[in-house]
């Protein structure tokens, strides 16, 4: 079993902090849904994880080894997976291109792409050209061909409608099943937490409620007040 | 006429070839790198002293030398990925007129400011048309062009590398977050350029002004060819290349305009420019 962990970690962007003092721990085949109004600092801390920004304090660890300033490639290498927000596709690449850049096993990148009937039918054609919902499609398989331990995905239904985030989210859940440790910021909150073991609300860069995503989902006010900046009695 | 034009060839080839590695460089590291003939330039004056002052075989020295312009281009490239890696591709492309500069000046302090005694690798006439002799570094340079442009594409479209590159060209972030080492490729590109550069500068340096300036400012139709293809396309390059030698070539031998040969690569810049941008210029006048 493996285990990402968090411990006191502040990011700071340009004037300063946008997360502070943010403390979680993710264990493989769970779902942590990461929720919270725009601007709270979900997207900064999914980047603090990857590498693409430093956390100005605190410790993010993989299975106890402090990931430090490890490069972003290194912590792709060691398993973390970033889909990050919008369509994260290779435009002029194919969609075979794209799923076979995260693997080096064309078995996997096949199997891949075969999870999706809507891609088999346009292994050949740039992603550029697809569907917002099909490059989605792209983006998962490629996840999935990487074969992460962990996956942090961000808003990932943003510009899609209900209906194709609804397709899509049995293939995160699938990811669990298989093992992966999976952080998913999203905005359809109820969505999110109907697939999630653990939530955490951020409001202002803070974590206003950490438990389990069933209390969120049974207690709307709960949520409210987490969304507010309130820290909830729990 | 056709004697000028065809002899504008060789200049063509040269112009298209680093056309090609100023839009390889402009396609998969964002960069429009000013200094990628001063890297052939100074690898060449390198492998000029080996042969003249050190005694080097003249095969030795030319080994050599390209594989310093390589490295040249190879550590501009690491500087740029280390301390330049977010940056947008106007500054990382104006930071290598530093390096255009500090070459032309490292240049006259190692060598002197006269041009050097190259020795051609290659000499005498490939075949004739019409009369007209076709030197053998015309034919290898043109050959060249066409060689390194068509290499380049198979390389982009058929290979693994080459997805990787076309895939960090386009989002280097994502490509770095899902493993793809965006850092040791991009430096590879720039010494491979570097590579090219210096071959085909130690191969027409011995037929044509050969002093750290002139050598350095082939920089000038480079871009003015590169420009045709918009930095994106390689065929265009070499066309633009090619057709900007001929011209110059025939323009060279009608003694009533043949200064303007000099001026035809920043005239064929600012057509090109105004051309591409037609449409707003059109638009703004309306």
Redesign the interface.
Known sequence: MSVLSLDGVTVSRGAGPVIRDVSLEVVSGTITALVGPNGAGKTSLLEAI?G?IDASSGTISLDGEPLGKL???RR??RGI??I?QGR?V????TVV??V???S?NAARANEAIDMFPELEKRRDSPTGLLSGGEQQMVVLA?AFA?QPTFLLIDEMSLGLAPVVFTRLLPMVQRFAEDGVGVLLVEQFTNLALSVARQALVFSNGRVTFQGEASVLQQSPEVLHTAYLGGSPAH | MLQGALSGLAAGGVYAIIAVCLTLMSRLVRVVNFAQAATGMFGSYVAVWMVSKAGIPIGLATVVGILIGGLLSGLIGWIIATWLSEADTSTRSAVTVGPLLLLISLSFILFGNKPQPFQPLLAGPAFTVSGVVISQVTVVIVVLAIVVAAASKLVLSRT?VG??L??LS??P??????????KPLGVAVWAITGIISTIVIVIVAPSQSNDAIALSMLIVPGAAAALLGAFRRLDLAVLGGLVLGVIQGTVAQIDQVSFVRYFLPFLFIVGLLLWNQRKAVWDAAR
């Open positions: 990857s693409v490069s972003r490639v792709a290498h997976v970033h990050e994260a290779f435009p002029s690449l291109e794209n076979r850049l995260a080096g490629r990487a | 693994s997805t990787k076309r895939a386009e989002r972030t994502t490509a770095e977050l899902i493993g793809i080492p965006a």
